[in-house]
């Protein structure tokens, strides 16, 4: 770690994940423009409740704001700069897809966006390891539930087609 001030970062990384929640939040299916549409899908078996998001999204982003955080306070390196700007980019295609989805109720470029945000994970992933091995484990969890995210949205597509 360098010697840049630790705590007084931390609040930076968790607004811009509470920003990216907030925008998603603007279009869940409680809202009531997407709720009557999202209860018309067809969908999987495996569809969790509607429960089940928020405690789950509450420790992902609680995750992700220490994987960011944690990552900017390393030592500056090519893998960390390219680091931090995959955790940037990561947390834009997260907000997107819910507005893809529900807002825009586009499921099929939602997948789109889904897949991509994978991708961006699992690059975060790959990169951030060798900056800070504990930054790279608190995004484990969020790429396994962003994977099932991706195959439970594949599933709409293909009933709903």
């Avoid at 939040?25 to 423009?33: A, C, H, I, M």
Wanted: aromatic share 14%; with cysteine.
């Amino acid at each position: 770690m360098n010697s840049r001030p630790s705590w007084i970062l931390l609040p930076g990384f968790a607004g811009a994940v509470a920003a990216a929640a907030w925008f998603g939040s603007r279009y869940n299916p409680g809202n009531p423009k997407t709720k009557t549409w999202y209860r018309k899908l067809r969908k999987p078996p495996f569809n969790p409740p509607n429960a089940v998001f928020a405690p789950v999204w509450t420790v992902l982003y609680a995750l992700m704001t220490v994987s960011g955080w944690r990552t900017f306070r390393a030592q500056s390196s090519p893998e960390r700069t390219r680091s931090l700007g995959l955790w940037a980019l990561q947390l834009f295609f997260n907000a997107e897809w819910t507005h893809l989805f529900f807002g825009k109720q586009n499921p099929a470029v939602a997948l789109a966006d889904v897949v991509l945000l994978e991708a961006l994970i699992l690059d975060y992933i790959r990169c951030v390891r060798k900056v800070d091995g504990v930054a790279a484990a608190c995004f484990v969890p969020y790429g396994c539930w962003v994977a099932f995210a991706a195959v439970l949205n594949e599933e709409i597509v293909r009933l709903n087609r």
